[in-house]
């Protein structure tokens, strides 16, 4: 299916194109990398519009899963401005604290 | 899920492999990079493995034996049965059911007056003369339309859109489909075709090609009206399909009053 690998080509091609440029501007806010990925598969996805419907049902689950990433990277912002805490940070140390 | 494509086993190894970097990075690495990297590699994992649910199982060689194997069926039959003339597309509304083609007994080209749905059979009466008769079978076209979401509908964007969701993204038959529409005559041009067929074969002659046959049974299915395969004209890498469109004599009295 040429159209699927066109497809992944350039959704890998732009992520890759991404991450390289972020790191050769020193960029290290991960949730700014998370929101121009996010940004950059619904754009590819809008633009591929002709895949077919069974596929891009599919592809509409992982937006919703996506956006459930950024919902977090929000919520912990919101709540690092209020209560000064990270949440990942939080989490990961009951994490390793529950590890034996 | 699927994990029988090769999308599948792709998105199957990079699931894992991002959550590796992503892990390593995180806790060993605190490298910002290289956990971006490994974010885009699970993003690339999870559609991979969309896309290999959503793929064929089926090889594409088995899908073109089946269809030269079918072809070769008609191509006996109307041969059998001396058919020379232009199938007639008509829509699900016409034909009970699914969308099928009229192959006319008669080889004078005419357009038939068809105002009631054709009975389920293999000979069909449909006209009012005693030499309205014809061969109603089911086309390429006429299952394709259940990999549609939704019904067709009439404007030319949602015709275009189907044409080419089918066509390029489904089928992956065509680079890419223009559609024009005006006075009676439908302008499908196919960009880079990709599926070869014999122009000499007795059932292209009368049905069209694959690509074409879609193209009738959507457009036809979207109009609600009866569609010809007028002329199919490949030049340059593109293959220009005109479909001409068969207006009832009786809607249109009825829209002049």
Redesign the interface.
């Known amino acids: ?4 690998d066109s ?2 080509i350039l ?2 091609s732009l ?2 194109g ?2 390289i440029i ?2 050769m501007v020193n ?4 949730d700014l ?2 929101t121009v ?1 996010l940004i950059v ?1 619904l754009t590819v996805n809008e633009l ?8 891009r ?3 509409n ?2 937006n919703y ?2 956006f459930a990433g950024f919902a977090f990277i929000v919520a912990s912002n919101i709540a690092e401005i209020l209560w000064q805490v990270n949440p990942v940070e939080i989490a990961w140390r009951i994490i390793c604290a529950r590890l034996p | 899920m699927m994990i029988d494509t090769r ?1 599948g086993w ?1 998105g199957l190894g990079l699931l894992p492999a991002g959550i590796v970097i992503l892990s390593t990075s995180y806790l060993l690495l605190h490298s ?2 290289i ?3 490994g ?2 590699v699970i ?2 994992g ?3 493995l ?2 290999g ?3 064929p199982v089926i090889s594409a060689e088995l899908s073109k034996l089946l269809m030269d194997t079918v072809v070769e069926n008609i191509d006996s039959l109307l041969e059998e049965l001396d058919l020379k003339a232009r199938a007639l597309y008509l829509p699900s509304s016409l034909c009970g059911g699914r969308p099928k083609a009229i192959l006319p007994l008669q080889c004078e080209p005419y357009c038939p007056n068809i105002t009631k749905p054709l009975p389920q059979r293999l000979i069909v009466s449909f006209g009012e003369n005693s030499e309205d008769m014809g061969v109603l079978i089911s086309t390429i076209g006429s299952n394709i339309l259940d ?3 939704k019904k067709p509908g009439a404007s030319i964007e949602e015709i275009a ?1 189907n044409i ?2 089918l066509l ?3 089928l ?1 038959l065509a680079g890419g489909v223009k559609v024009s529409i005006g006075d009676n005559r439908a302008i499908v041009k196919i960009s880079h075709p990709r599926l070869k067929t014999s122009s000499y074969s007795r059932a292209v002659q009368t049905l069209g090609s694959p690509a074409a046959s879609i193209a009738a049974s959507i457009v036809a299915e979207a109009l609600g009206k009866a569609v010809i395969i007028e002329s199919e004209i490949s030049k340059n890498r593109e293959t220009i399909i005109t479909l001409e469109i068969i207006s009832n004599p009786r809607e249109e009295k009825k829209s002049l009053v």
């Open positions: 299916m040429r159209f699927y497809y992944i959704m890998a992520l890759l991404i991450t972020f790191s960029e290290t806010r991960l990398c998370f990925y598969y591929c519009l002709y895949l077919n419907p069974k596929a049902k599919g592809l689950n992982v899963l996506l | 999308y792709l910002i990079p956990i971006a990297l974010i885009s993003i690339m999870i559609i991979c969309v896309l649910k959503s793929h990999m549609l979401d859109t080419t969701t390029v993204g489904t992956d």
